[in-house]
């Protein structure tokens, strides 16, 4: 059977139990590497599993998934992802290639970035859709996360931004070159993406537009949720370029239109109380 396994969020003792006991009987045990992080390493979680740990890379699931299913028809393998299997990132590939080759698979849920921001007080189902914000380069810089962003502010619904992660990336000369040369790990922080969307309310000011979300919009900045260290700050899109939050890993919320209570468990992140002094979009009901 094929195992897909939350992690949680936090460190090594976030696994439930049902995942804990799953991992211990597989034969291999296989650790996402690429779309996430946790709080500790490698070698900490093989210490608390008990079992020897096989990094996935991207290049991995994407390209040798077979590789990583050979067997698992007449032994158990995991496949172990941070936070949920099907949170933010979906892994359906894997399961459908599982289906094909008539090996049963089993998926062991955990919590998720997806459902743990509520820790910030903004409630769960005044969401809308969930954007990724990418880096940008020097000749690439989409803005599709911002019309999103947009649209589900104008239905008074908030944004779950989930920042970019590169890990294993190459330039683009090693990559044309194909010289196996990765360039360092960087983890977008709420600086960078708050940096972007206020670059691209200036460029659309520009030309003409008047954007639906302003440097005054309140959003809220997460920093290594349900770890130690966890870090939460609300203020203003302009305050978001600034605030410091430490190490990885961020995401950034854009709240549209707010409860009372909403407002009231904010104020207990506020980077400044005057944030909120004058900010109408509440609900009354």
Same mark, same amino acid.
């Given at each position: ?8 969020l936090?460190d /090594?003792? =976030?696994?439930t139990?049902?995942?804990l006991?799953?991992?211990r ?7 996402e590497?690429y779309t ?10 093989? @210490? +608390?599993y ?5 990094? /996935? =890379?991207?290049?991995?699931?994407e390209?040798?998934? =077979?590789s990583l299913?050979k067997?698992a028809?007449?032994?158990?393998v995991?496949f172990?992802?941070v ?7 979906? %892994? ?6 599982a289906?094909k ?7 062991? %849920? ?11 007080g903004?409630?769960?189902?005044? +969401? ?14 989409? @803005? ?12 008074g619904m %908030?944004?779950l ?21 990765? @360039?360092?790990?960087r983890?977008m ?11 691209i309310?200036?460029?659309r000011?520009l ?11 309140i ?9 130690? /260290?966890?870090?939460i700050?609300?203020g ?13 890993? %961020?995401?950034l ?5 707010m409860?009372?209570?909403?407002l ?22």
């Amino acid at each position: 059977m094929l195992y897909l396994v939350g992690l949680g969020l936090g460190d /090594a003792e =976030d696994i439930t139990v049902k995942g804990l006991e799953a991992v211990r009987r597989c034969r291999r045990v296989y650790l996402e590497a690429y779309t996430s992080v946790l709080t500790v390493g490698k070698e900490a979680l093989e @210490e +608390f599993y008990g079992k020897e740990l096989i990094l /996935a =890379d991207r290049e991995m699931v994407e390209q040798e998934a =077979d590789s990583l299913l050979k067997e698992a028809d007449v032994c158990d393998v995991a496949f172990l992802v941070v936070g949920d299997p099907f949170g933010a990132t979906t %892994h359906s590939d894997l399961v459908l290639r599982a289906v094909k080759l008539g090996i049963p698979y089993k998926v062991i %849920h955990n919590a998720s970035i997806m459902n743990a921001v509520g820790c910030c007080g903004l409630q769960l189902y005044n +969401f809308g859709e969930t954007v990724s914000i990418v880096f940008w380069t020097d000749t690439w810089k989409p @803005e599709s996360f911002f019309d999103k962003i947009e649209k589900n502010r104008q239905n008074g619904m %908030h944004t779950l931004c989930l920042l970019d992660i590169k890990v294993k990336e190459q330039s683009l000369e090693n990559l044309m070159k194909g010289r196996k040369i990765y @360039e360092p790990p960087r983890y977008m922080s709420v600086n960078q993406a708050a940096e972007q969307l206020l670059a691209i309310i200036q460029s659309r000011r520009l030309q003409g537009e008047k954007p639906e979300i302003t440097e005054n919009t309140i959003c809220v900045g997460l920093a290594r949720v349900d770890a130690p /260290a966890e870090k939460i700050a609300s203020g203003t899109l302009q305050q978001m370029s600034t605030v410091e939050l430490g190490a990885p890993l %961020h995401s950034l919320i854009v709240t549209g239109t707010m409860h009372p209570l909403e407002l009231e468990m904010l104020k207990l992140f506020s980077v400044d109380s005057s944030s909120f002094e004058n900010n109408a979009c509440q609900r009354t009901t």
